[in-house]
């Protein structure tokens, strides 16, 4: 069962430039910065009451998000929705049509289990599923 939104992804050419809006315009905090090696992203989440921002920065140029920035530029990326039970989700999603990125959740930043839907089954915008942070 969905829980809430609970972050959403903005690709970015460079966190260091990016984070000004977020901080200063916006007045948000960045709560962590975290590489994830197995999607060749950097990611910096900024906390907004129960939601997250998730800037998202490629760190290699075969990255999904380097791809996603050069055919789109940057800009919003996925939304993601906090689920409890990720498994479940899928299968649900699945059975009701959807074509999946991945077959089962792997693991993301913070540690969550995460899997993405493809957007061409969500009206363009990729849509991820996610746990609470595993600790
Ligand atoms: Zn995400």
């Known amino acids: 069962m ?7 992804g903005i690709a970015v050419h ?8 977020y901080e200063t315009v916006l007045g948000l905090t960045c709560e962590k910065e975290e590489e994830v090696a197995s999607q060749k992203v950097r990611t910096a989440f900024f906390v907004l009451g129960e939601t997250h921002i998730e800037l998202l920065e490629p760190t290699a140029d ?6 996603f920035l050069s055919s789109r530029g940057e800009g919003l990326h996925h939304v993601a929705y906090r689920s ?6 899928l299968r649900q999603a699945k059975d009701k049509g959807c074509t999946l990125i991945h077959a089962t959740p792997i693991t993301g930043a913070g540690n969550k289990q995460v899997a993405f839907l493809h957007p061409k089954s969500s009206h363009g915008v990729l849509t991820e599923f996610c746990s609470g ?3």
């Open 2 to 8: 969905l829980k809430k939104i609970d972050h959403l």
């Open 14 to 21: 460079s966190i260091a430039e990016a984070r000004h809006f």
């Open 62 to 67: 075969d990255s999904p998000i380097a791809k």
């Open 84 to 89: 409890s039970d990720v498994d479940e989700q």
């Open 133 to 135: 942070e595993q600790k």
